[in-house]
C-alpha cells in the first residue's frame, strides 16, 4: 500500500522531533543554570513544583516531626520553611508512603536548587540508561534507531512536564524497564529489587505484580517481599510505626476532602478522569479503585494467556498493555506518568519508520505503531494548539490532559484488538494442528 501524500514523512518526524528535543533539553539546561522556578506566587496563589514535596518530605524525616509526617500543623510548617521567603496558608499534601519520606532523605541534605539539580540529572540518567538497556535486548533496533527512540522520549511532552515540575516519572521508567528486562532474563534478584522499588507508587505496583503471580515466580515475589519489609521495617525504626497506621486515613481523607488542593480528580490522566466531574470527591476515589480492579482482573486473564501459550510476542504485548492499563485504569494517574508509553514502545515497535508504519496490516496494528511513533509530533501540536483553542473556553492543562487520555485509549484499544487477534490466531492454529487429514 502506497504512502498517500497527506502522511507525514520519517524524515519530517525525526526532524521535527530532533529540534523539539533539542529545545527540551535547552530549556532543561537553563533550569539546571538556576532559572527554574521552584516555587512561585501567581494571582494569589501559590504554586510549587513536585520536587518540592520530595525535598519537604526528605526534611521532614529528618526533623522532630518525623513521628507525624501526616500532621497538617508539621506539614505546613516545613512547606513554609522550604520555600521561605514565600508563605503558604494551605498544606500542600504529599501522598506517599512513609518509606519514601525516609528515603527522600539525601535529597534533603543539599540546598533546594542543586538538589533539584542533581535529583534531575541523576534521576534522567537512570530513566534513559534503562530504557536503552530494555532496546538492546529487544535485539530489534540499530544504534540509529536507538537514539531516535531516546530523542522521541526526551521530546514527549510528559517529559518536558517530567522535568520541570522534577517529578519521579523518569525514575519509575527505569524501575520498569529493569523490571521487564530482569523477567525476561529471569534474573530474579534484580526483579525482586525492582518490584519492592515500585511500591513507591502502590496503586501500579499492583499492576507490575501480575506476571510475577500469574506465572508463579516466588523467587521473585520472596526478593520483592524480603526488600520491601526491610526499607518498611528501617523506616519505621527511624520514623516510628504510627504513620503507617496515619497513612490509609490520609490518603483517603486528602482526595475525598479537597486537602489534595493541587490536584483535581477530573484533571487526571485515566477513565475515572472522565466521570469525575459528575461524581463528588468520595464517589470518585472509589470508582477509581472499582475500575483499577476490572483492569488487574483482565489483564490477569492475559498474563494467564500468554503464560499458556509460552509466546513471547504475546508477552511483550501482555507487558505493554499492562503498562498502558495502568496508566488508564488506576486510581491516579498525572500527565507526567503517560512518559511510561516509552515501555510500550520499546517492546512492541517491530521498527522505528512511520512510512513502513503507514501500511502496516490489520488496521488496529497500524493505529498502535503510528500512535508511538507519531506521539512526539502530536505532543508538538498540543503544545502550539491547546493554549490557543481553549483560551478563554477551558483550563489549557484540562484540554491538555483529558488529550493524552484520547491519544492513551485509542491506544489501549487498538492493543486490545490486536492481541485478541494473536489469541484468536494462536487458538485457530492449535485447533487446526489437532484436525484430521
Known sequence: MPVPRFAVSSFACACLVFYWALFSLYEFTLRLMGSAQLAYIKDGRLYTTDFVCLYQAGKMAMSSCRYAIYDAACQLDWLNRVISPLKSDVVIAIPYPPYVYWLMQPLAMLPLHWSYVLFSVLVTAFGVLSLVLLM??????????????????????????????????????????????????????????????????????????????????????????????????????????????????????????????????????????????????????????????????????????????????????????????MLAGSPHTCN?????????????????????????????????????????????????????????????LLVMNLTLLAVNLVLLIAGSVYVARLIGGARAATGNQGAPP
Not at 357 to 374: K, M, Q
Not at 377 to 393: K, Y
Open 136 to 325: 538492546t535486548s529487544q535485539k530489534r533496533f540499530s544504534a540509529l534507531e536507538c537514539t531516535l527512540l531516546v530523542m522521541a522520549v526526551l521530546a514527549s511532552l510528559p517529559s518536558q512536564i517530567t522535568l520541570t515540575l522534577g517529578q519521579l516519572a523518569y525514575f519509575f521508567v527505569g524501575v520498569v524497564s529493569l523490571y521487564l528486562l530482569a523477567l525476561e532474563r529471569n534474573w530474579h534478584v534484580l526483579a525482586g529489587v525492582c518490584l519492592a522499588v515500585s511500591t513507591i507508587k502502590p496503586h501500579y505496583a499492583i499492576f507490575l505484580s501480575l506476571p510475577v503471580l500469574i506465572q508463579g515466580r516466588w523467587r521473585t515475589l520472596l526478593v520483592a517481599m524480603v526488600v520491601a519489609t526491610a526499607i518498611f521495617a528501617l523506616a519505621g525504626l527511624s520514623m516510628g510505626w504510627q504513620n503507617y497506621l496515619d497513612y490509609p486515613g490520609y490518603v483517603s481523607g486528602a482526595y475525598t476532602s479537597g486537602l489534595l488542593a493541587w490536584m483535581n480528580p477530573a484533571y487526571e490522566v485515566n477513565i475515572k478522569a472522565l466521570f469525575a466531574p459528575f461524581l463528588q470527591p468520595a464517589s470518585s476515589f472509589w470508582l477509581g479503585f472499582l475500575i483499577a480492579l476490572l483492569f488487574i482482573a483482565l489483564l490477569g486473564v492475559l498474563w494467564k494467556k500468554a503464560t499458556d501459550r509460552r509466546s513471547l510476542e504475546l508477552s511483550n504485548w501482555a507487558a505493554a498493555l499492562t503498562v498502558l492499563g
Open 336 to 396: 507526567y506518568d503517560c512518559l511510561f508509553l516509552s515501555v510500550c514502545a520499546v517492546k512492541t515497535l517491530p521498527f522505528i519508520s512511520v512510512a513502513r508504519a503507514w501500511s502496516l496490516n490489520p488496521i488496529d496494528l497500524r493505529v498502535w505503531v503510528c500512535g508511538l511513533l507519531l506521539y512526539p509530533v502530536i505532543n508538538f501540536v498540543l503544545a502550539i494548539l491547546v493554549p490557543l483553542v481553549s483560551a478563554g473556553r477551558a483550563e489549557p
